[in-house]
């Protein structure tokens, strides 16, 4: 055997002693990448609840916020900031999970309770006047441009009926089952 040979050969085992390794890279690149999206879904629960929990915990603010989505301009000054910066917050958050998204660290089926919250706060009209002073300012083009395309696509949002009386107090188109009542 000449050292060519033993060349040779030692280059096939270094091949064939790569392939265990390159696959257990895949196997943890998979693994670590399910994490993040589990990680990202989970973070928007986290902030979409602490947003939520205002409200639902404060009467006060409750009372702001039902107000505010029929209609801004009912809101004192003070009011009228709560209710902007609630709003806001709720924009930034779901400005962030479309890069999440648009990132593929959530799925499909993640994304769409996301984008169906955010047809539903964009039918009130509170809620359409705050998007329209901060959105154009506060969040990014991509997520704007999204969003802006959503709301003309004539996707129905969640019904609110029940919440705020008439669909047509709300802007709501409803939902399939509601149309069937």
Known sequence: MTLNDIYL???VLAVVALIPSVI???IQVRQNTLQARANAAYQF???SG?????PMANKAMASVVRRGVEDISVLDPDERFQFTWFCAQHFTTHNTMYELYCNKMLSKSQWHPIKKDILTILVMPGARTVWDDFATDGLSPAFIAYVEELLKSGEDSYSLDQLFGSKEKNGSKGTQSDEKK
Do not use: D, T
């Open 9 to 11: 050969i030692s280059q």
């Open 24 to 26: 257990y890279l895949a």
């Open 45 to 47: 629960l986290e902030a």
């Open 50 to 54: 602490s947003i939520n929990a205002i």
